[in-house]
C-alpha cells in the first residue's frame, strides 16, 4: 500500500507541460480547483474532465499511475461518501430500515462529493508530477511576491511548502522500509480487527517520528553550513522568464474558465 503512493513525487519526462513556467501551472491549479465547486449539475464536470484528461496526455505522465496515487484516498472518499449518504436530510426518501434512512439528495451530494475529490486530487497531483521542488519553490516565491510590500516572508513560506512536498516520498519509502523490517521479525498488519491494527502501528510510528526529525535536523545543518540566511539577497542561476507557450497557456486557461463560467450559468 505505502508503495502506491505517489502524491509529491516528481515525475520526469520532456513535455510541453513539464516545460511550462511554474507559475502558470500554480495558476492552472487554482483555476482548476476553483472551476470544480461552479456546477450543481453532473453534466457540468464534462468540460473539467476533458480539460484534466487533456492535460495528462500532454504531460505524458502514464494513467496507471496517477490511478496508483488515488489508493491513498480511498479511505477519506469511503467516509466522505457514506457521511453525505447517512446524514444527508432531504425530502425525497428511497430508502429506510429501522433508524437508517437514504434520500435522494444524499445520493447526489455523495455523487457530487465524490466527482471533487477525485477530480480535485488528480489534478493538483498532476502539478507536483510535472514540476521540480525547486521550480515549485521559485514559483511559489514569484507568485506572492506582492505579500513582501507586507513585510510578509514569502521566501521562508514557499521553502518550507517546497519542503514538506519533497518529504512526502521520503517519509513514505521510510515507512516501507520499516514496515518490511517489522514483518521480518514477525510483526503482522493485516490480522485483527481496527484497535488491534492500531496497536500494530505503534511499533512503525515510532521509529518513522524519529527518523523524520534526524532528517530534518540533517537537512537543518546542511542549510546552515551553505550560510543560508533566508532570501534576502539571494540571487536565481536559473530566473524565471515567460515564454511564448507560457502566454499560450494563460489563454487557454482563460477561455476554460470562461466556458466553464457560461456552462455553470447555464446549466443553473
Known amino acids: 500500500m505505502i508503495r502506491d503512493i505517489t502524491i509529491g513525487q516528481y515525475y520526469p519526462e520532456n513535455s510541453i507541460i513539464h516545460r511550462l513556467d511554474p507559475r502558470v501551472k500554480l495558476a492552472g491549479t487554482l483555476v482548476f480547483l476553483v472551476s470544480l465547486f461552479l456546477f450543481k449539475s453532473f453534466w457540468g464536470y464534462i468540460p473539467a474532465v476533458i480539460f484534466l484528461f487533456t492535460c495528462i496526455h500532454l504531460s505524458k505522465v ?11 484516498v480511498v479511505v477519506l472518499l469511503s467516509f466522505t461518501l457514506l457521511a453525505n449518504i447517512f446524514f444527508t436530510k432531504g425530502t425525497d426518501l428511497v430508502f429506510s430500515w429501522k433508524f437508517i434512512k437514504i434520500y435522494r439528495e444524499g445520493l447526489e451530494m455523495a455523487g457530487f462529493m465524490a ?29 506572492f511576491a ?25 517519509l513514505l519509502e ?8 517489522q514483518q521480518a ?26 527518523s523524520a526529525f534526524r532528517r530534518a535536523g540533517d537537512l537543518a545543518m546542511a542549510m546552515e553550513v551553505r550560510c543560508y540566511h533566508g532570501g534576502e539577497g539571494r540571487t536565481k542561476m536559473k530566473p524565471l522568464k515567460y515564454k511564448l507557450r507560457d502566454l499560450i497557456a494563460y489563454l487557454i486557461l482563460a477561455a476554460y474558465l ?8 447555464k446549466l443553473h
Open 62 to 72: 502514464p494513467f496507471k499511475h496517477i490511478v496508483k496515487g488515488l489508493k491513498a
Open 115 to 143: 466527482i471533487r475529490l477525485t477530480l480535485l486530487i488528480t489534478g493538483s497531483s498532476l502539478m507536483t508530477y510535472t514540476t521540480t521542488p525547486t521550480k515549485l519553490t521559485d514559483g511559489l516565491e514569484r507568485a
Open 258 to 265: 470562461a466556458v466553464v463560467i457560461f456552462i455553470g450559468k
Open 174 to 181: 521510510e515507512t516501507d522500509k520499516i514496515m518490511k523490517a
Open 185 to 210: 521479525r514477525g510483526a503482522d498488519f493485516e490480522e485483527g480487527g481496527l484497535i488491534k491494527r492500531a496497536k500494530a502501528m505503534i511499533p512503525i510510528l515510532i521509529p518513522l517520528f524519529i
Open 146 to 170: 506582492p505579500l513582501k510590500l507586507f513585510k510578509a516572508p514569502v521566501h521562508e513560506v514557499a521553502t518550507m511548502m517546497s519542503i514538506a512536498l519533497r518529504f512526502i516520498p521520503v
